[in-house]
């Protein structure tokens, strides 16, 4: 089976050995908030050419000096990421496929890589360059000089990260996932929104990053119902950890979960395996938002700027998906004058269900760093 799989991705990918010159440069970037337009328009059919290519492995080999360790820049438990420089002098970013797991799991997930970002164009999603099947499996992206949030937020050698870069890396990652739910041409959820995935350019604007556990979803269906459950401890959405249930909505909680994270410099989980939204929620529902805030930052944070991402952070946890924005909501309350709270009341009893409903129940370990969801169903019924 291996051997016909092979031989399969081989025949697939024989016709995309191009050069990166000879197809399209850039892309129109969709106007996020032209609402119109994205109503209106009929939906893309077929999708546009993908403009990434296939690497041979002596180019790749040659931009990562044959894979030198001192060029490595990540590791997971089913990949390595090395940087390189192509010919052109450009930086990359080569993600290498391990051979710890089974022929079958790299194929997929690898193709999952590509078949999600081989369309996707946004300033605030990672750009694929391309891809190499030989000798192994490779993802070949722009390298992000800054490396991921999770690694600036938390390095203990540098100072804090300033309030400004915060804002802008908050505004910019919901720019991002909005494009992702409602602007790509495929409906795309990511499934494991974290820190970690969302990449930093030099100028540090983020880019979301990491899709091998990303699920498209046609327009006519509302849902994926997948098993088993896999994503990142911390994060999972209550919806998808009990029931398997992803949308969206899915997104929307990991990403105030990650909002979370930007304005209180507190990791995901803590050291007593505490969640983030787990004690922030108490303290938001309070009203006692300043809290929250991150005490390295000394006080120097625009205070109508940190209430617009606290209170937009206390809707994307609720444990109810119903009472959670969309994105196109969320980066309405960061970037609107005025907070409009009363709109996201909820009924009594539903705040009611809210205080007694246990973040513990989420309590469990699920990480990994890919997709392995061979009992996925799709749903047109409601979530």
């Known amino acids: 089976m291996k051997y016909f799989r092979t031989a399969s991705l081989k025949r697939l990918f024989s016709l995309k050995r191009n050069s990166i010159d000879e197809l399209p440069k850039g ?3 969709p106007e996020e908030d032209n609402k119109s337009k994205t109503e209106t328009s009929p939906p893309i059919e077929p999708l546009q050419r993908p403009s990434w290519k296939c690497f041979s492995y002596a180019e790749i080999f040659d931009a990562t000096n044959g894979f030198s360790s001192e060029n490595m820049v990540g590791k997971g438990g089913y990949a390595e990421v090395y940087r390189g420089e192509l010919e052109d002098g450009r930086a990359i970013a080569v993600k290498m496929l391990t051979k710890m797991s089974n022929d079958e799991r790299k194929e997929k997930e690898f193709l999952t890589e590509i078949g999600t970002l081989g369309h996707v164009c946004h300033p605030n999603v990672t750009a694929l360059l391309g891809c190499c099947i030989d000798n192994g499996l490779y993802l070949i992206f722009q390298f992000s000089s800054k490396g ?18 915060r804002h802008q890396i908050a505004v910019g990652a919901a720019r991002g996932l909005h494009y992702l739910h409602k602007n790509c041409p495929r409906r795309i959820i990511h499934r494991d929104i974290k820190a970690s995935n969302i990449l930093l350019t030099a100028e540090f604007e983020p880019q979301i990053s990491d899709f091998g556990l990303a699920k498209w979803l046609p327009s006519q269906w509302t849902h994926h119902s997948i098993v088993p459950i896999e994503g990142t401890f911390g994060h999972l959405a209550p919806e998808y950890f009990m029931h398997g249930v992803v949308d ?6 990991a990403f105030g979960v990650f909002m979370l994270e930007l304005i209180s410099g507190k990791k995901p989980v803590d050291g007593s395996h ?8 108490p303290i938001l529902n309070r009203g006692e938002i300043e809290k929250v805030v991150d005490p390295r930052l000394g006080g120097a944070y625009d205070v109508t700027e940190f209430n617009r991402l606290a209170f937009a952070a206390s809707l994307c946890i609720r444990r109810s998906s119903i009472w959670r924005p ?16 009363e709109r996201w009341k909820m009924p009594d009893e539903d705040e009611e269900q809210e205080e007694f409903w246990g973040f513990e129940d989420l309590e469990c370990e699920c990480d990994s760093p890919f997709s392995t969801s061979p009992h996925d169903s799709i749903s047109n019924g409601s979530s």
């Open 148 to 165: 991921s949030v999770a690694s600036v937020l938390h390095d203990e050698n540098s100072p804090a990260m300033d309030w400004k870069t």
């Open 274 to 281: 505490q969640s983030l939204h787990s004690w922030a929620k």
């Open 27 to 29: 892309c129109d970037f």
């Open 326 to 341: 969309t994105m196109s909501e969320v980066l309405e309350i960061m970037l609107q004058e005025e907070i409009n709270e």
């Open 248 to 253: 969206e909505k899915t997104d929307v909680f």
